[in-house]
């Protein structure tokens, strides 16, 4: 079998050290190339240099850097550089977390968005804190994350990972969300009938679903939801409940009570922002 080929890229420099940790916790399992920025180009978000020529060069490791963002790197990694589609991109890992509206601005998220924008499946891989501390559990953790290569999962797809900042034996198992799959709502069990969730008590709903992940009987989320309804009707599927909460509170509100809930527990995030969709071809 094959070795899996993998483009990696970041926003904090060729030579940040979650840039170089992450190289060489996937070097084992794949046949890796580096392009990233030659400086810091955090909050660069999707932009493209197009005011002047980009030059590509080769560090003394091997790193290719380029003189410009995140997403100039991969876009002239998949168009120049290589002379393959690689068969997953990934970036990182970053100094910091990106969740909610970070994820607009994040020169991290970007690299992994052109990846995706090309087709190619993209992972996007954070620390929660500054400071590079116990940045070897999360290289660690990015490694086992890539090679689960979530074959379920429409592709391309686009994942942005935030990990805590903890010794490996502390973190605790994925939270997994999903972004943009599709219009959620609960079900009514017996009947089939879809039940949109009331914007107002969406919001009041969302703390104590990211402290308790559900409520403690199915029957008091119905009577709380919609009173209106006889109380044999409390019967619901309940798998849609985070991913519709999303779509009435926006993903700001979700993030701060729901994922940051999770990262203070240890608990490292893996957030679906694109799950398949129309994408532009690598051009030769």
Known sequence: MLPMKILISNDDGYLAPGLIALANALAPIAEIVVVAPDSNRSGSSNSLTLERPLSVF????????????????????????????????VSGINQGQNMGDDTLYSGTVAAATEGY???????????????????????????????????????????????????????????????????????????????????????????????????????????????ELPADAGRFNLRHTFFHLRRVCGDALFHQNRQQIGIARGRLTVDALRLSAMTRPVKR
Not at 58 to 80: I, K, M, Q
């Open 117 to 227: 924008l090309f087709g190619i499946p993209s992972i996007a891989f954070s620390q929660v804190q500054k400071g590079w501390e116990h940045l070897d559990a999360a290289a660690r953790v990015a490694r086992e994350i890539v090679e689960k290569k979530f074959d379920a999962l429409p592709k391309p797809y686009l994942l942005n990972v935030n990990i805590p900042n903890l010794p490996y034996p502390e973190l605790k198992p994925v939270l997994f969300h999903l972004k943009t799959f599709g219009n959620f709502a609960l079900t009514e069990a017996a009947t089939g009938t879809r039940l949109p969730i009331p914007a107002g008590k969406a919001q009041a709903l969302l703390t104590y679903l990211a402290l308790n992940q559900e409520p403690a009987t199915r029957e008091w989320l119905a009577d709380f939801l919609w009173p």
């Open 58 to 89: 080769r560090a003394e490791n091997g790193f290719y850097f380029v003189n410009g963002t995140p997403t100039d790197c991969v876009h002239v990694a998949l168009t120049g550089v290589l002379s393959y589609k690689p068969d997953l991109v």
